[in-house]
């Protein structure tokens, strides 16, 4: 039976308490040798210089479409996902999706093919930029509908705990996605089911234009999760080791059986929200005193330099770099287009 309202004037039961949570351990920022802290450069100049030649080939037609540059983001999926288990978990984001394609060991030359819709690309060629997949190596997209990658991953991670496989769902969103519908219903049934989930928001301060604290009456997106009992964590994305550190964390959590957490990554876009923003709602001086104080890649120079790397070793490995990507490029300019017999092939899982 309900319990029957207080009258005015009558003092009424005080409502029980909030019962104590756990709450996961505060991250540390991670200890990486010599070789990780050289590979963690070695995978950030390569989202780097990727981006930057597939902002060259979208300047001259080459790439059509919508096209979304993850220049300034490296150090997120690059710290996140040099955690995970490949072959195990499994990764989903938005459009924003070339860097953690990267991040997670795939070919450069099958991304970039994919971005010119060369019948080579991941998705042979019908994708692009937006919609890249890939089963084989757990990467789950690439998605063009704001926040739908998030209902997603928990479906994800549902089938991990499903087929008890060991495996979690790193689905990235970010702070614009942050205020979808579908994200909230995301949450709320991942913690009922304690799924392995881990939910990050890429907070590159202005989703398509807007300035996060003008779009959102709760900017501290890290604690948007509490009324689902979702832990949150608010992380320095621009930092690759402390980064790192919050993945561990949140990994052990997961991994745990604990159900979801919530990272939010502070990070910065350099570049407009896609290759036609000419990204007007910000400065050029604010723009460049990211560049100048918060650079990822300068922030891993400055510790691998701390440790006696010299400034030779590291211009070996961009020169390397600049190799792959321009192998890549001519691989992508040079592997001819889907044969039309493929218009109509991959629309549905079986043939009739």
């Known amino acids: 039976m309900a319990k029957a309202v207080q009258p005015r004037g009558e003092e009424a039961e005080a409502p029980p308490a909030t019962p104590n949570r756990e709450r996961p351990q505060q991250p540390v920022r991670f200890e990486a040798t010599k070789e990780q802290l050289l590979e963690f450069y070695r995978q950030m100049v390569l989202i780097r210089r990727f981006e930057e030649k597939a902002g060259q080939l979208y300047g001259l037609g080459l790439i059509g479409g919508f096209c979304h540059l993850y220049i300034g983001q490296e150090a997120v999926a690059v710290g996140l996902q040099s955690a995970l288990e490949v072959g195990k978990d499994s990764v989903i984001t938005g459009y924003r999706d070339h860097g953690h394609m990267l991040a997670y060991g795939i070919d450069p030359k099958i991304i970039m093919a994919e971005l010119t819709g060369r019948a080579a690309g991941i998705s042979k060629g019908k994708g692009g930029s937006m919609h890249m997949f890939s089963v084989e190596h757990k990467f789950y997209g690439g998605h063009g509908i704001v926040g739908a990658q998030v209902s997603l991953g928990a479906g994800l991670g549902f089938g991990h705990k499903y087929k008890g496989d060991g495996g979690l769902c790193l689905a990235y969103f970010g702070d614009g996605a942050a205020n979808q519908g579908q994200v909230y219903e995301a949450f709320n049934m991942a913690e009922l089911w304690k799924l392995p989930v881990i939910f990050v928001i890429e907070n590159n301060q202005y989703a398509m234009g807007t300035s996060v604290n003008r779009a959102s009456a709760e ?65 050029r001086d604010e723009v460049q005193s990211m560049r100048d104080k918060s650079d990822p890649i300068d922030a891993v120079k400055r510790e691998l330099e701390a440790i006696g790397v010299t400034e030779d070793e590291m211009k070996a490995i961009d020169k390397d770099i600049k190799t792959i990507v321009a192998n890549a490029a001519d691989f992508a300019e040079q592997s001819p287009e889907p044969d039309l017999s493929e218009l109509h092939t991959d629309v549905l899982v079986e043939t009739y």
């Open 219 to 283: 900017d501290q997106l890290y604690l948007r999760g509490e009324s689902f009992r979702i832990p949150g964590i608010q992380v320095d994305g621009m930092d690759v080791l402390a980064v790192r550190g919050a993945a561990e964390t949140a990994i052990e959590w997961t991994r745990s059986g604990k159900g979801p957490i919530l990272l939010e990554l502070k990070t910065y876009r350099y570049r407009g929200h896609s290759m036609s923003d000419p990204a007007k709602y910000r400065s």
